[in-house]
């Protein structure tokens, strides 16, 4: 259950590492999962508590949090899309469209989350969005969407699917433009300002679209 | 506290209870005093005519519950960390009266008491306790307990609770397939990605595991905290309940003792067909009534498929959690006596694409003991390890994700389930309204949108907030679920830098004031117990005297000394023999006090006359022990030497 931790016997503010120092890495955003997961390995198996059971109270603290930020890290830097959006967030850029706060007075209001759908995207989501709406009827008459609709669907999945796979292409691309900016030395110019808002626009699109790969499978595969 | 004390590991089951240790490179189960490795989890009241009442754990418990059902609590495990409220369903099938509800920890009552699921559990745990306290002849303080991966925090906390109270420190509590996993990967020591399916008595868990060079990382776990053999047995006997009324005109269900033999029946039918074509439900009623039912095992299959299916999608989702597709799990490794089923195998070996890959699950390990010899094994390790698990690390996960209940009552999630602990978060909190200085916080467990579908594990209160306009304060809150999967919280104002006070009320567990209370409670209750374990020393003791005896008479020594003697150390030890029958194990020492004084020259003169000046003042006991006669390695039945507390 819930207690509170035992206040720091050490009061002098530490400042906690960002997750890229706890790897000793740059801020780069192209890097080896399999380098990651080794260094991730090697750091367990010197800061797990498990090492520390036979210690002292404070060293089982100091261990438990320092295990609790390398997964936290680790957690973070392997998944392409939370390390570019934790790396954005480092940057002081603000995720308003991912953010969860906004998700979250969305759903508690009923509304849905304002989310602007790509100018390139509006046919094609026009058209989801009808054979959406034709199989949810049809499945209220109790009856089975006809063929057309249903190919349509499975069409349209196929079709957000691939994009969805080019659009972390896109990112990908974007990574590559970061990290040679921050080897130039120039993430704070007006560079890397450019690629930070081209990353945050790659984002939101592919979190659109990755919204819509999650509703037609929904409605596909109930 | 000694140095090298041993940990021990413990699997406090549903059903079954065992305690196990690291026994040089490979973990060894410790037996009880009837030389049982399984500790029946049932817990009751005995009431004796002039002794009064007291608490007996394991397989005398179990007997009561036949005899005297209202007086026996079993499948305890189901109701850790839950409310009343919770466990209605549950309650159809147990005999137990439970009291307690709105949020607070439910009560189960016994004789004229009321006890908590966690000092039942402590009951279980304390006869392990001494049972492995008996095989070291040491005490024993320390243990790693397993608990299901799909246990929440409340079952958790639950659980390290009930190990206090039987005065165990809980190193850590661990997954049960994870521990699983350990068992057999020290076996095995091969690399690649492993599911653990674990369907036990009252509990089903799957995990899947990645194994590289001595690192288990739990990489997805899901389950269902209330699905195991309990409902098998319990499907099994609503039918026979109902047919014994239809067919016979008898209504067992109020009749505790009769609804028990049937249970018992019904185990006995269900365990037979997992190796028999066919089964009978064999009970005999009031008024020379009997009831029989043959259950072909085409039949009992298809009742218990509805069951075995339930054990599926958490399958499906733990695969899909992982990101891995069937193939890459190489291995699957089968836990819990449920497993034993030939149904289940088929079921797992389907769904994992085993067969088709000429793959069979692993049941090389007893089902029912390969979580104890995991618990033994991350023991171990937690001792410092030895060196066959010096390259052993256990990485596990959350089971579910933890949240707060933000605006409207939707929950924010803040971990994901999935994520390797210990884990962390932050969040920032604001006031509401200007001056305001507490701010409140719920804190829920579960996948589900609304707070109110999840598990609520605890409402605390930010207090002492620095009077400032709404929305200034700033307070930082940080979320913590530490190694055993227990989450700790710890609160900052930042603007003022000033730590906030929490004042945490937990939904369903205890305060740590109530937990020290029920320490002192069940030692208070375990003086009957304790006595009779000294009496089981004594007596063992005394046996042993006497085996050295007979073997000293046989030898030289004997006719080396006087007639008077002879006769001295014959009557006493006849004495002895009649002494040690006896309940008092006070008049037992004495009497092995007696022979052993009168026995110390023919101890000493049964050795080699060279040695005999070394041993000079030795007594038979401790001769015979020099001699190699006495168990020198940890043995079951070794005496105990425990220092009580007053």
New interface residues.
Partial sequence: ?????R?SRNPKPETTPDYFQVFGLVRKLTLDPAELEKEF?AQ??KL????F??KSVEEQEWA??Q???L??A??TLKDPIARTEYLLSLEGVNMEEQS??AS??A???GTEKKQVVPPELLEEVFEMNMQLQEMKMAHQMGEEPDAETQQGLEASRANFQSKLSGIDEDLKAQWTRWDAVVDCGAADGTIGAEVRDAMVEVLNRRSYVRNLVRDVGAALDG | MAENERIVGIDLGTTNSLVAFMQGDHPVIIPGEEGANLLPSVVALEVHATKGERIIVGNRARNVLIQRAENAIYSVKRLMGRGAEDVQEELKFFPFRISGGDGTVLKIQLGGREFTPPQISAYVLLQLKKNAERYFGAAVTKAVITVPAYFN??QR?ATKDAGRIAGLEV??LVNEPTAAALAYGLDKQRDGIVAVYDFGGGTFDISILKL??G?F?VVSTNGDTHLGGDDIDNLLLTIAIDEIKSDLGLDIRKNGEAIQALRKSVIEAKVALSSAPSATIDLELEGGKRYQREVPLAVFEEMIEPILQRTMQPCRQAIKDAGISLEQISEVVMVGGSTRIPRVRKLVTDLFGLGARGKQPHTELNPDEVVALGAAV?AN????GSIATENM???DVTPLSLGIE?????V??IIQRN???????TEHFTTGVEGQTNVAVH?VQGER?MAGDCRS??R?DLKGIPPMPAGIPRIEV?F????NG??????REQRSGK?A??E?K?TY?LT?EQVEKMILDSFDYAEDDLTKRQVIEARNEAENLILHLEKAKKSAAWSAISEQERIEVTALESELKSDKELDDYKLIRESIERLDKASRKLAELMMDTAVSSAMKGQTMKEAGEKMGDAPNAPHPFAPAEIETKG
Avoid: C, W
């Avoid at chain 1, 259950?1 to 931790?5: D, I, Q």
């Avoid at chain 1, 797990?48 to 090492?51: A, I, V, W």
């Avoid at chain 2, 994520?419 to 978060?425: G, L, V």
């Fill in positions: 259950m819930l207690e509170p931790a206040e390995y367990s198996r797990h508590p498990d090492r059971a036979g438990t949090e295990s609790s930020l997964n936290d680790y957690r969860r706060s979250d007075s759903r508690a209001s | 925090d409340a906390q190193l850590r590289h060079e690192i990382e991350q390790i937690l001792g410092g690390l256990l990485l933000a605006l409207g009552g939707v924010s999630k994520s390797t602990i210990p884990a962390s978060a804190v949108e594990l605890a605390f940080k913590l679920i530490d190694a227990i989450l700790q919280v710890s609160a730590q006070q929490i945490v937990p567990g740590d």
